[in-house]
Structure formats: structure tokens, C-alpha cells
């Protein structure tokens, strides 16, 4: 059985590439390379596998959970400028891609109870990153 919980965060990032002109960045990534950056409001889904505990109902506490992905996401990207503030990109594109990775690889050892299943990072209403092992 899988249970999924949503979670929200507010971010910025810039994509751009320092070995390259800002005219090859202009071509490479559009407005997304503008010098201050721009933002999401991010929706994360974290959903867990496990079985369904007889005494308790559940597959895991849905506030342990909580606790775990405030922890390692939510304080963490909040209201931060990824490129900038987090070093989870240093080297690397501040993508939907890329902080899904990052996101995976921060809860997938830190599951209190359950197996991390699948996460999915919506960057906007037509666009998500989908990480399952």
C-alpha cells in the first residue's frame, strides 16, 4: 500500500552557465537565465510503501513524516534562492530534474518507518519530476 502527503515550499533559482556568453545562455535556457533568477511555488508529494500497521492503522505517522520532510526540504529550500543559499547545486542546474534528486536523496535513508516510494516535484501545474528507485 502507498500513502502520499502533500507539502509546498516557495524557491527561486537562474539557470545559466558561466563558461558560456549570456547570448548562448539567452539561447540555451530563455528567461530562465535572467541575472536575479525567478520562483516557483513548489508542491512536493512524498509517497510511502509499507504495511498497514493493525494496532495503529497506518503505514507511517503522517506527522513523523511531517517532521522528516520539514527537516530536510522544507527548512531547507524554503524561501531560498537554490543557487545561491543551498549547496545541494553546487556544480549542477538548479532544474525540476535535479532538485528531485536532491529531494530523494535527502528523505530516502531518513523514513522513520515504510520505504520512500516515489516523490514528485511539481514545479508548476504542467510541469513535475518523478523519482522512484
Not at 502527503?5 to 528567461?31: C, I, M, Q, T, V
Not at 549542477?92 to 516535484?121: N, S, Y
Request: glycine share 6%; charged share 25%.
Amino acid at each position: 500500500m502507498l500513502i502520499t502527503r502533500l507539502f509546498k515550499f516557495s524557491a527561486s533559482h537562474r539557470y545559466y552557465d558561466e563558461a558560456r556568453s549570456p547570448a548562448e545562455n539567452w539561447a540555451l535556457f530563455g528567461p530562465c537565465s535572467y541575472p536575479n533568477g525567478h520562483g516557483h511555488n513548489y508542491v512536493l508529494e512524498v509517497s510511502v510503501r509499507g504495511i498497514v500497521d493493525p494496532t495503529t492503522g497506518m503505514i507511517i505517522n503522517l506527522k513523523d513524516l511531517k517532521t522528516v520532510v520539514d527537516q530536510e526540504v522544507t527548512q531547507r529550500y524554503d524561501h531560498r534562492h537554490l543557487n545561491l543559499d543551498v549547496d545541494d547545486f553546487a556544480g549542477t542546474q538548479p532544474t525540476t530534474e535535479q532538485v528531485a534528486v536532491a529531494i530523494w536523496q535527502r528523505l530516502v535513508a531518513k523514513m522513520p518507518i515504510g520505504e520512500l516510494a516515489r516523490i514528485r516535484l511539481w514545479e508548476n501545474d504542467d510541469l513535475y519530476a518523478e523519482v522512484s528507485p
